[in-house]
Structures are given as structure tokens and as C-alpha cells.
């Protein structure tokens, strides 16, 4: 996820590309194409972090990137990640310092001052007729829903009731839902209602390991995200822990400004088993950012030298928008679901020194 103030890249094939590249697939379908082309069709042409149209290589050279997705491949595809040895989480010395098991949801209530997860992005207005401010990212990525909570009134007098989340048998739902088109005069005019999660008020730590044990929607548009943001509002840095488009495959992100220079490198990845829960993980140090996916390292890259400072957690589900595409007329809903959030912190041996470069190198 990204927040308003983008102002990088975003890979955005033109309609010939793209039929020359659905052509070439058809050429190829022997091989293990045409599931991942059907599943990420033009979104899997569009870099998922910014706007601004780059130059491609190739529909070839994107094809055979699709191929390496779809078969799996042993090696990231972003030029800035490699490939660590599979390795599990070394949990040496790391310390549990925040937990959600989701028995129940503590929602923050700003009357108290108190509660765990956030509804709502740090920037922005958060009441009022401009709330929308900090309840969408439509500023950036032009989505179609906007983040509630049952007490979110909207434009309206009083609180509308619309609650995305439940949480049943320790899992917490956070459930996408299309708006009558009655109700959306509340609403801003927004298509869905979902829901957003953060620790901005509760929970943020400099380096560490974090996870989440989550189950993704297959439902073409939807972008659940696990990420991590400065508290200092500053954007970038950010760090994107999972993120998925619909389809069975993952992506892994940061984003920088180093140097005063934007940097966005993403990489993505293939899910097995997508309609699984999987554990999708992030051990950050001062020289290393690593990927792990169900307990295994996936990705890595360097930390660049402005992922210095605290960070808090985000998830969250929304829908539609630049990189996703719009789900179809006839979706009403798609859920993701989390079973546990944790974050641990890393004895002093294992942070490691910051690396001096702008892009971490």
C-alpha cells in the first residue's frame, strides 16, 4: 500500500502491449502461462507501487517474467532483491513485544485515548465532512472504497452501523462490501466499504521481525496489504510485508528516499495453496530487509539508510484502483482474513549497522 504523496513509478502497458502479450501466450500455452496471464492479466504489467508510466522492455521480456512467476521460480525478479537460502526464522534472542491472537478486536477509541488498532490512516482529516481524507487512498491509487467502522458516521448524523470487521474461532474477518447505491450519498460516493487496522496509537518499533498468519481473497480487485510506516509521517520510508492482487501471487515492497531520491522495488511471488492461510514474514535490520514465507526466507534486499526510525503496523483490505483493476460488476464482497499479527525485537547483536549508501548499498 502507498500513501497519497506518490509521486514514483507505476509500470502501465498500453493496449497494444498487452494484446501482443495475450498473443504470445496463446503461442505458448504448452508451457504454465495462461492460469498466471488469467489471473494477473494487464494488473502483472503495472510496477504496484507508483504512477508515473516507464518504458517496458518488451512483451517478450514480460512473458518470460510471467513464466518465471508461474513456474515458481527460485530467484526474486526485481533486480534490487536476491534469493537467500531457504532458511527458517532464526528466533535467537528475539523477544515477543506485541500480539494480537484476535479472541476478541480492541478498536481504539479516541474519546479514551485508549484501545490497540487504529481505524483510520495517520494523515487526513479523521472527522468531519473532509474524513474521507484519511480513510481512503484514492488521492494515489484511485480506489473505489473507503475504510469504516461501525461508529464512522460519514456525512451522516449519526453512526451508520457498518462494521467489515468479525472475528470468529480466533480469526479476525475484514470483509469488503459494495454499498447500496441508497446508502453512498453517506459515503462520498464510494463503491465499497472496508476495513483498516493500524498500531499508530499503540504499538511501533525500529528494526525487529513481524508476522501475519493470514488467508488472501481470490476475488479479482481486492489488495489486502501487511505493511509497516513511519510515525513520524513522513512517506517514504515504507515497507510492504505482503500485498496481493486477487490472484496466487504475492508481492514484497519497499520504498525509500534515501538521498532525496525516490526508490520503489517490488518483487512478487508465487502462492501455493492460495486458498490456505500462510504465514508471511518480515525480519528487518539495520543492513537487511528478509522475506519469509511460511517460515522460510524468500527475498531479500538491503535496508536503505532512511529505514532508520520507528515504524507501526497497517492491514488492511481495499479494493480497486490503478494497480488491482476494479473488481467485477457482480462482486458484493471478499474477505481477508488474519489469524495473528506479531511483532518481536532483536537483541542488540542482531540489528547490525545502518549501510551508508542512499539505496542501502
Not at 502461462?33 to 514480460?62: F, K, Q, W, Y
Not at 525500529?206 to 481486492?222: D, H, M, N, S
Not at 532508520?308 to 457482480?330: F, I, Q
Request: proline residues 9%; glycine residues 8%; charged residues 20%.
Amino acid at each position: 500500500m502507498t500513501a497519497p504523496q506518490t509521486t514514483g513509478r507505476r509500470f502501465d502497458a498500453a493496449a497494444a502491449g498487452v494484446a501482443a502479450i495475450l498473443a504470445l501466450g496463446v503461442l505458448l500455452s504448452a508451457l504454465p502461462l495462461a492460469a498466471t496471464l488469467g489471473e494477473m492479466g494487464v494488473r502483472a504489467l503495472r510496477h504496484p507501487d507508483r504512477n508515473t508510466p516507464v518504458a517496458l522492455s518488451g512483451p517478450a521480456e514480460e512473458v518470460r517474467r510471467l513464466l518465471r512467476i508461474d513456474a515458481a521460480a527460485q530467484e526474486p525478479l526485481d533486480p534490487e532483491f536476491t534469493a537467500p537460502p531457504p532458511a527458517p526464522v532464526d528466533m535467537t534472542g528475539m523477544t515477543l513485544v506485541f500480539h494480537d491472537e484476535f479472541d476478541r478486536l480492541d478498536l481504539y477509541d479516541p474519546a479514551r485515548g485508549a484501545g490497540t488498532w487504529k481505524t483510520s490512516f495517520i494523515f487526513g482529516k479523521q472527522t468531519g465532512p473532509d474524513a474521507y481524507e484519511s480513510r481512503t487512498l484514492s488521492g494515489s491509487d484511485d480506489s473505489i472504497m473507503i475504510y469504516v467502522d461501525k461508529a464512522f458516521p460519514g456525512l451522516a448524523r449519526r453512526p451508520l452501523g457498518v462494521d467489515p470487521f468479525s472475528v470468529r474461532n480466533g480469526v479476525l474477518t475484514i470483509t469488503a462490501r459494495r454499498i447500496a447505491a441508497a446508502e453512498r450519498r453517506h459515503l462520498w460516493d464510494y463503491r465499497f466499504t472496508s476495513g483498516l487496522i493500524t498500531t499508530e496509537k499503540s504499538f511501533r518499533q525500529t528494526y525487529g521481525y513481524y508476522e501475519i498468519r493470514a488467508k488472501v481473497p481470490l476475488v479479482q480487485g481486492a489488495w489486502p496489504a501487511f505493511w509497516l510506516l513511519p510515525t513520524d509521517s513522513s512517506w517514504p520510508p515504507e515497507i510492504d510485508i505482503l500485498e496481493q492482487i486477487g490472484g496466487r501471487t504475492v508481492f514484497f515492497s519497499k520504498h525509500s528516499k534515501a538521498g532525496g531520491v525516490d526508490s520503489h522495488a517490488t518483487t512478487p511471488w508465487p502462492l501455493h495453496d492460495a486458498e490456505a492461510f500462510h504465514t508471511y514474514g518480515l525480519l528487518w535490520t539495520a543492513s537487511t530487509l528478509t522475506w519469509y514465507l511460511d517460515g522460510r526466507a524468500v527475498a531479500a534486499t538491503a535496508t536503505p539508510s532512511d529505514m532508520t526510525k520507528p515504524m507501526y503496523l497497517l492491514a488492511n483490505l481495499a479494493m480497486g484502483g490503478r494497480w488491482p483493476g476494479n473488481p467485477d460488476p457482480r462482486t458484493a464482497s471478499a474477505a481477508f482474513q488474519i489469524d495473528y499479527i506479531r511483532a518481536y525485537s532483536l537483541p542488540p547483536d542482531r540489528i547490525g549497522t545502518p549501510n551508508p549508501g542512499p539505496s542501502g548499498r
